[in-house]
């Protein structure tokens, strides 16, 4: 039995239930997703180790500073991609309102229709301790009351529709500037 029809006949839903394919993206479960992070990690440490086992006497301090850098910053990110895959296939709980941190303000907020981030989980997971049952809740929860779009499919869209009223205003300007007469 897989891993789906074993959730499904539990009666949850699959959590990753957004299909990208009709915007031309290929799927990936949050789990491939993590294991292409740690792909990505063993990557940058072969082009580290190559760069400074390199044969040909060229100056690549900087390249393998550079790539020390990124590979830094990447851990950090599939690490906390991954504590939040944990969370959220955990079912662990969540505070029902995630903390938003701007220059114009530092407040929580519901995160009742927001999409989080994976820092965003794993802080909204740490705050849940301590809180009562009823300020608590789950990712699972909450995607199956609201469901929602991933944020890089969303801000796609957006380019691309905003993309389309730009095209379609210069159209409408084009057949307006041929119609209207030409002064003398």
Same mark, same amino acid.
């Given at each position: 039995?897989?891993?789906?029809?074993? %959730? !499904?006949?539990?009666?949850?839903?699959?959590?990753?239930?957004?299909?990208?394919?009709?915007?031309?993206?290929?799927?990936?479960?949050?789990?491939?997703?993590?294991?292409?992070?740690?792909?990505?990690?063993?990557?940058?440490?072969?082009?580290?180790?190559?760069?400074?086992?390199?044969?040909?006497?060229?100056?690549?301090?900087?390249?393998?500073?550079?790539?020390?850098?990124?590979?830094?910053?990447?851990?950090?990110?599939?690490?906390?991609?991954?504590?939040?895959?944990?969370?959220?296939?955990?079912?662990?709980?969540?505070?029902?309102?995630?903390?938003?941190?701007?220059?114009?303000?530092?407040?929580?907020?519901?995160?009742?229709?927001?999409?989080?981030?994976?820092?965003?989980?794993?802080?909204?997971?740490?705050?849940?301790?301590?809180?009562?049952?009823?300020?608590? %809740?789950?990712?699972?929860?909450?995607?199956?009351?609201?469901?929602?779009?991933?944020?890089?499919?969303?801000?796609?869209?957006?380019?691309?529709?905003?993309?389309?009223?730009?095209?379609?205003?210069?159209?409408?300007?084009?057949?307006?500037?041929?119609?209207?007469?030409? !002064?003398?």
């Amino acid at each position: 039995m897989s891993e789906q029809q074993h %959730t !499904e006949e539990q009666g949850l839903r699959p959590l990753d239930s957004f299909d990208p394919t009709p915007d031309g993206v290929s799927p990936y479960t949050l789990g491939e997703t993590v294991d292409a992070a740690v792909e990505v990690l063993q990557s940058l440490h072969r082009f580290q180790l190559a760069l400074a086992g390199c044969m040909t006497p060229l100056a690549l301090e900087a390249e393998l500073k550079q790539t020390r850098k990124v590979a830094v910053k990447a851990s950090g990110w599939a690490e906390t991609l991954a504590r939040a895959r944990d969370i959220i296939e955990g079912d662990l709980p969540l505070a029902d309102t995630v903390r938003v941190q701007l220059p114009e303000f530092d407040c929580d907020l519901p995160w009742d229709e927001m999409v989080l981030s994976p820092a965003d989980i794993v802080a909204a997971n740490t705050g849940a301790a301590g809180l009562p049952l009823e300020r608590l %809740t789950t990712y699972r929860r909450e995607i199956e009351r609201v469901p929602r779009m991933p944020s890089v499919i969303a801000s796609r869209r957006e380019r691309a529709a905003k993309q389309a009223r730009k095209a379609a205003s210069e159209r409408t300007r084009a057949r307006v500037a041929k119609r209207e007469p030409k !002064e003398l």
